[in-house]
């Protein structure tokens, strides 16, 4: 705008200068000039002032939300109270170190999520296991803070996409031995948000017989992953959600 008002007082300028040009010479010509006729203005108006723009607002970024801590995961938790009578916290099943395998490379990323203590990514995990008794029932819980639910959305996706490439891979026990797993995914309860599932069934080998089902889910920002030692998971898995979503309640956004 600075440049196109100065253009315009250089108009004006030059018809200034032209007109008293003009009046001069008329003058050594003869003719005197009458004393009351003023001097020609120029035709060019003046400029009105250009209004400058408001500047544009940029509201602030909103307040970062504060991850998870330990603390609040560890209350949504399953607790004794929740449970039918005859169940207890296994803590020896907390120190499992048993190891999924595989040299294909389409199990790669399976095998890296079956064997991470906690979700890649995650800002705080808790977990927990629980046992019925000698014979059974077992299964455990863990829930991992994810930052915002678009993570949770991508390791469910992740979790998806591992399960439907690797069909077999071997599992190892410390004490126990191994065998080849049988891999397939499996439809669970619709619990929370974009539910997944898998069985894991072994074929020969030390383990032969043993079956683990996975259910795995979204809680806002939260991931819910659980593992039964039979299928019979739609009343713990759906009871352990709506507690998560009981207890954490609205979904936390973030990084």
């Not at 169940?87 to 890296?112: G, N, W, Y």
């Not at 890649?120 to 019925?132: C, D, E, I, Q, Y």
């Amino acid at each position: 705008m600075a440049t196109k008002r100065s253009l315009v007082s250089l108009t004006i300028a030059v018809g200034l200068v032209l007109a008293a040009a003009s009046c001069g010479d008329s003058g050594n010509a003869g003719t005197a000039p009458s004393a009351s006729t003023p001097p020609p203005s120029s035709s060019t108006p003046t400029p009105s002032a250009t209004p400058t723009p408001p500047p544009t607002l940029t509201p602030p970024p909103p307040p970062a939300a504060k991850p998870r801590t330990v603390p609040e995961l560890t209350k949504a938790l399953f607790a004794l109270p929740d449970l039918p009578a005859g169940f207890s916290i296994d803590t020896e099943a907390e120190e499992d170190d048993s190891k999924l395998s595989s040299k294909e490379a389409r199990c790669k990323d399976l095998v890296l999520l079956f064997n991470a203590k906690a979700s890649p990514g995650a800002k705080a995990s808790v977990n927990r296991s629980f046992t019925g008794g000698q014979q059974g029932p077992y299964f455990d819980q863990q829930l991992d803070a994810m930052g915002s639910p678009a993570a949770v959305t991508a390791l469910l996706t992740r979790v998806r996409t591992a399960i439907k490439s690797c069909k077999q891979a071997k599992l190892t026990i410390p004490g126990v031995g191994s065998s080849t797993m049988m891999i397939s995914e499996i439809s669970v309860p619709q619990a929370g948000t974009n539910p997944v599932g898998a069985r894991f069934a072994a074929s020969g080998g030390a383990l032969d017989g043993l079956e683990a089902v996975f259910a795995f889910t979204g809680i806002g920002d939260v991931a819910l992953a659980m593992s039964f030692d039979s299928g019979d998971i739609e009343g713990p898995f759906g009871d352990a959600a709506a507690k998560a979503i009981k207890t954490l309640g609205t979904a936390k956004s973030g990084t």
